[in-house]
């Protein structure tokens, strides 16, 4: 007999699996269909930032911003592991200028036309004080000015830039968020399907029946689910007209955003927001202890088939852009590692990939006598409400679902005190002496109070089995293939950890095969 769901989400990102939680925790029987990795795609290529985005200011998208600032705090109160407070230096000068095609320039333009398209500091400190002002700020600290002569945030900058604003907003680990949300699904009943692509979806019985093909295998099966979410990201406009055959002309752009990390380029924590001669803005960021991430850019991307890239063009781009601030520029060699993401941006019509909307639209499509819902753009700050935004439209075909309970819920590994980050690597130390500092550090900041778990009975190194370099072990590789969905390498050591950074090639092509062996013993006890 076919398996039944209330529920079938198309696509295992954050939209995806955020939306997939919210639904098992009000009793709907779920299942997350995703045709690769769980967030192997824009969710795991962000900047990785829950920001309530200052730029978008300059646009006029208050709601917007509200929103994501109102959030920024909600989630990292739910995830004190993977989201941690950090404060961002924006040095001003004042040659730095709008992006031309913001409704904020072109009245300021008309206004005070001998500014001549510059950002005045005036705007800039209106833009922070609403920034501390709209979410109701409560964990963060405001706004502060700074002088760049006086401390370590001065020291990597150009001798030009004399003064600063710096204001808050929460790093995030975008990847691990989404497996957060597809184990607490599970953990409420979903079923959670990786490396499951919908290959085809019919109307029946106001309902949906659905193959699933697997793309490891080749195997199929088939599903019926009485409502179909389509949160395929890049896809979307792929699977809203081809697989649900759907004539609804809601539409997606796809944005492609490019970031380049280098060897670590200065002392302290703190970020950087770049405004460049060319109106857009750039983050530079401590980035897993050794490095600084640099990002992003913003392109249209014709083909969602196709893996985005940083193009040579869009990494020099970003080299030029921060050289005009650093005191020692960088060039290519200094560049370790480059990533890029395409986001399914809504299309609205804007002028340019910079000026298109991050909010998020919903619709409904019941045309085909089966319910779908589709949805469109969102940013990684906004998935939860984006979630209670679906589960209203959902509501629509399950009239008795209860009400919203995600808003304070913490996420596996994050029952723990935003402050309570130190005393939880502390407590790891202790009961395991035999893991280095900066080892507890990386496990705690990525498995939260299931560090403990994940060690279980381990009372020396010897205990967590073969070691496969950078401080990943047996024991946590088989903790990630059992709880988290991990089948090859770089499921772990790009998405699951970021350790990819500190592995050779010899040691991640060990590491993916020594998983695939044990994969094929699981499969084979299974079979017998």
Known sequence: ???????????????????????????????????????????????????????????????????????????????????????????????????????????????????????????????????????????????????????????????????????????????????????????????????????????????????????????????????????AGPWVGDVLRGTLKSNQQGGVRLVRGSHIVTKRLYDHDKCYFFQGTDGRIIFAIPYETDFTLIGTTDADHDDAGKAPECTVEEQSYLIDFINQYLAEPISDADVVWTYSGVRPLYDDGASSATAATRDYVLELDQSRGAPALNVFGGKITTYRKLAESALEEIGKVFPDLSQPWTAGVPLPGGDFPVSGVDQLIQDVRAAYPFVSARWAQRLVRAYGTDAKDMLSDAQSLADMGEDFGASLTEKEVRWLMKNEYAQRADDVVWRRSKLGLLMNTDQIAHLDEWMQDVLTSQQTAAAE
Request: aromatic share 8%; charged share 25%.
């Open 1 to 231: 007999m076919e398996p039944r769901f209330d529920l079938l989400v198309i696509g295992g990102g954050i939209n995806g699996c955020g939306i997939a939680r919210d639904a098992a925790g009000r009793g709907l029987s779920v299942a997350v269909a995703e045709m690769n990795d769980i967030g192997s795609a824009t969710s795991s290529a962000s900047t990785k930032l829950f920001h309530g985005g200052l730029r978008y200011l300059e646009y006029f998208e208050f709601r917007l911003v509200r929103e994501s600032l109102i959030e920024r705090e909600i989630l990292l109160k739910a995830m004190p592991h993977i989201s941690w407070p950090m404060r961002f230096v924006l040095p001003y000068h004042k040659s730095m200028r709008f992006d031309s095609t913001t409704p904020t320039s072109k009245l300021l333009n008309v206004m005070i036309p001998w500014m001549r398209g510059r950002r005045p500091a005036l705007l800039i400190r209106l833009g922070l004080f609403l920034y501390d002002h709209l979410g109701g700020r409560e964990l963060l600290p405001g706004t502060s000015r700074r002088n760049l002569r006086d401390g370590p945030e001065g020291a990597p900058l150009n001798a030009k830039f004399e003064h600063a604003y710096e204001y808050s907003d929460c790093w995030v680990e975008d990847s691990r968020l989404v497996i957060l949300n597809a184990r607490d699904a599970e953990e409420r009943g979903a079923k959670i399907l990786p490396r499951q692509k919908v290959v085809s979806a019919d109307p029946v019985d106001g309902g949906w029946r659905v193959t699933l093909e697997n793309t490891a295998t080749g195997a199929s099966e088939t599903i019926t689910a009485r409502m179909v979410v389509n949160a």
